[in-house]
């Protein structure tokens, strides 16, 4: 009668239910058969496509059984939940003040059926109404906190969900969904958790020892979006990855990435991604910590062999995927200082295909150079140890640029340099980095040699392609 088309009558019968709810505080203690039967008929009506005071008034009923009965009401969550998560973006149906009152009631001892409650969260996960989708991932983000192990029994449905929204329209959501997933990753339980799943061989799997399981398979899955969305990789790729070095910390997040990279065989998109990578290695503030890890590698502060070690291994470990894009491995170099290497490996420029997108990157690199963040670097070049393999590596870059602003750039650099420390001799570096470059070294050869077969095949058969045509 809520609907009539009489005025009237929707008034009369508005102020009846009201009086009828009033007589009903004062005998909390009904029959629960009873109360059973007007929660099912107060959902029906608030899921209804019917009229909006239909629908308000079946809710405004459901908050005040909730109020009335407080914890005991629980066991109707997922029904409770069937009605409220599609109103959300409604202000005027007052949902959210049920769902925040409910989610407070939601503890570890808590007497719910979590299968019922976990099926409705994830048929919502993806409704057309942000305020929904968001509040799905609060509600799976408060049952973690609350009861994690009865959780993790469904994460075999859970996860693969909260992996698809990464692609989401919204940043609100994907930021909250990368929260929500680097919880999952940083937990303890693992169970549910197959490597094997994921075909990587001892040698990868003995890499990212230490890792979590769901670290590894989110990075994973990460990838293959990346690889089947280029839009996705594109348009939030850079969002993605800096959000999840806030969360999860971006030595664990890069040695997970460019370990899972190195066994990728698809070359293209592997260089693409180390390109992404290393605009953020060399940019982004969440990568600060990272990126004085590396550069400890040539610094006596470097005292607890452990840490140092592990240094080592980070480096090593994006250097092998870094091999992909010769002038990003360039850069790696000179960020963390190794520029003895760096020019060994500006000697080797010249069996690189100059494309349009190696002189973008060598752009790029110049304009770091010039940036605060590598303010240390443009000091080593007053440093009779640094300056003469620096100045090689600048000079290298140089000779392979166009005369742009970047050469113009890089051409006042070199000129800046005093003539006095140019003609020092090298002294012998004291610390023992002890990163071997010489198998370093023939992996990127072997690596450059292999994307030059690849680039030749591949427009062999462009060629092909179009002679048939």
Not at 59 to 65: D, E, G, P, V, Y
Not at 213 to 236: I, Q
Request: hydrophobic letters at 45%; charged letters at 25%.
């Amino acid at each position: 009668m809520l609907g009539d088309s009489q005025p009237g009558v929707r008034d009369a019968t508005e102020t009846v239910l009201g009086q009828f709810l009033e007589r009903m505080h004062e005998q909390k203690d009904g029959d629960k058969a009873e109360l059973n039967d007007m929660i099912n008929v107060l959902i029906v009506h608030a899921c209804a496509e019917g009229s909006t005071l239909t629908r308000m008034t079946a809710l405004i009923w459901l908050n005040h059984f909730l109020k009335m009965h407080d914890v005991g009401l629980l066991q109707y969550l997922s029904s409770f939940l069937t009605a409220v998560l599609p109103c959300l973006n409604d202000s005027q149906l007052k949902a959210k003040e049920i769902n925040t009152h409910l989610m407070e009631l939601l503890s570890e001892n808590a007497d719910i059926e979590y299968d019922a409650v976990i099926k409705v969260l994830l048929k919502h996960i993806k409704h057309e109404f942000r305020d929904t989708r968001m509040a799905v991932l609060n509600w799976i983000s408060r049952m973690y906190i609350t009861a994690p192990v009865k959780l993790f029994s469904y994460m075999d449905r859970v996860f693969p969900l909260l992996l698809s929204l990464l692609s989401d329209t919204c940043d609100d959501v994907l930021l909250l969904d990368l929260q929500l997933l680097s919880d999952i990753c940083e937990g303890k339980n693992t169970g549910g958790v197959e490597l094997q799943e994921l075909n990587l061989d001892e040698d990868t799997l003995k890499q990212l020892s230490g890792i979590s399981p769901y670290l590894v398979k989110f990075t994973s899955s990460l990838l293959a979006m990346f690889r089947s969305d280029t839009d996705l990789l594109n348009d939030r790729g850079v969002l993605i990855v800096r959000q999840l070095c806030m969360l999860l910390g971006s030595g664990s997040i890069y040695r997970c990435l460019s370990v899972l990279l190195l066994k990728d065989s698809d070359t293209e998109f592997v260089s693409q991604m180390v390109a992404l990578l290393n605009g953020i290695l060399l940019t982004s503030n969440e990568l600060f910590e990272l990126r004085k890890q590396l550069r400890t590698l040539e610094s006596e502060a470097s005292l607890f062999p452990a840490f140092r070690i592990a240094c080592i291994n980070l480096f090593e470990s994006l250097y092998r995927t870094w091999a992909f894009q010769p002038i990003a491995l360039l850069g790696l170099c000179v960020l963390s200082q190794n520029y003895e290497h760096a020019s060994v490996l500006a000697r080797h420029l010249w069996k690189v295909d100059v494309t349009v997108d190696v002189l973008v990157e060598i752009d790029r690199l110049v304009q770091l150079i010039e940036s605060p963040i590598l303010s240390y670097v443009r000091l080593d070049l007053l440093d009779a140890k640094h300056q003469r393999p620096l100045t090689t590596v600048l000079s290298a870059l140089l000779m392979i640029l166009p005369q742009t602003d970047a050469f113009n750039t890089l051409h006042k650099r070199i000129q800046c340099i005093p003539s006095v420390v140019v003609h020092e001799e090298k002294k012998q570096n004291q610390l023992n980095t002890k990163v071997d470059f010489k198998p370093l070294l023939q992996h990127f050869l072997r690596t450059l040699e292999h994307q030059q077969k690849c680039l030749g095949k591949k427009h062999r058969q462009m060629l092909l392609t179009e002679r048939r045509k």
